[in-house]
């Protein structure tokens, strides 16, 4: 069957969960599948035991097939904003400088990682996410290995903006993405992200957002720059509805299959690789 007419799995992989589903072909796509599994990571951000779970998943009918698009968790992605500068030339000279941008941030950690950049846009910034290559490797084989077709991999924080872009503003306001264990969060300017920051956090990482949020209002000049967007699941948003400033963007009225939405011209993670 031609990858053009296959069904959709949407991945995603994070240390303590792993949930699919499968989405029918067409115009209107409809939900054929829904599997979702806690993990038991050997520490809290290991992806070694995600990764043996959705082995076993991908053996089973209901995933075979398919279109693949996974996102995984922050936890395991590293971020850094790149200067644009006109003495680059070409993707490799661009990813040799978000390298050493990347280095500047977290240092030999990421020295082998595999690397990704946002499209890249005369005059600004890109952003740059690194991940493991052994994860990246492993995933990208076990996909290829069962038959499926992988369309995109990205990180939690590239997927869910793109999922919500269009309800947030060009600039002057934060866009955060919360997870199990993991707050992070991008500031929106004009042509793309100024700054981005990803923090573990455990069952008080409400004091992270407020913390966010009282710097946002504190580094606005005007009351639409202290706003904050928040994507995060229903189940963590319990009694933090009312603070002040914050947006909380509403999952109950999108019917989206989570890493579906890809804009074009600024997803880091289809950008080039090294």
């Known amino acids: 069957m031609s990858p053009l007419w296959r069904d959709e799995v949407s991945i995603r992989l ?26 038991e990571p050997d520490d809290a951000v290991s992806w070694r035991a995600a990764l043996t779970a959705l082995s076993r ?15 995984l968790s922050d936890l395991w992605v590293r971020y850094a904003i790149v200067p644009w500068s006109d003495e ?36 600004k910034a890109q952003v740059a996410c690194a991940m493991p290559t052994t994860l990246f490797t492993e995933l990208s084989d076990l996909i290829e290995q069962r038959g499926l077709h992988l369309l995109s991999l990205q990180p939690q924080l590239i997927a869910a903006f793109n999922r919500w872009r269009e309800r947030l503003p060009e600039s002057g306001a934060w866009f955060v993405s919360i997870e199990e264990g993991a707050l992070a969060a991008a500031r929106l300017a ?6 981005v ?3 573990r956090i455990g069952r008080d990482w409400a004091v992270e957002l407020k913390r966010l949020n009282t710097f946002a209002r ?22 933090n509805g009312d603070e002040p400033g914050l947006e909380w963007l ?20 289809r950008g080039s690789s090294a």
């Open 190 to 195: 004009p042509g793309g992200w100024d700054r």
């Open 250 to 269: 509403d999952a109950a009225i999108e019917e989206t299959t989570p890493g579906v939405v890809q804009a074009a011209g600024d997803s880091a993670a």
């Open 197 to 199: 920051h990803v923090v």
């Open 14 to 39: 994070a240390p303590r969960r792993l949930a699919l589903v499968r989405h029918s072909r067409g115009l209107k796509p409809r939900k054929l599948a829904v599997f979702e599994v806690a993990v």
């Open 57 to 71: 998943c991908l053996g089973e009918p209901p995933w075979q097939a398919a279109n693949v698009r996974v996102v």
């Open 88 to 123: 680059l030339h070409g993707n490799a000279e661009r990813l040799t400088h978000a390298r050493y941008a990347l280095a500047d941030i977290y240092g030999d950690l990421v020295a082998d990682w595999t690397v990704r950049l946002s499209d890249p846009v005369p005059g």
């Open 218 to 239: 504190l580094a606005g000049t005007r009351p639409e720059e202290g706003r904050v967007f928040v994507d995060a699941p229903e189940s963590l948003r319990s009694g």
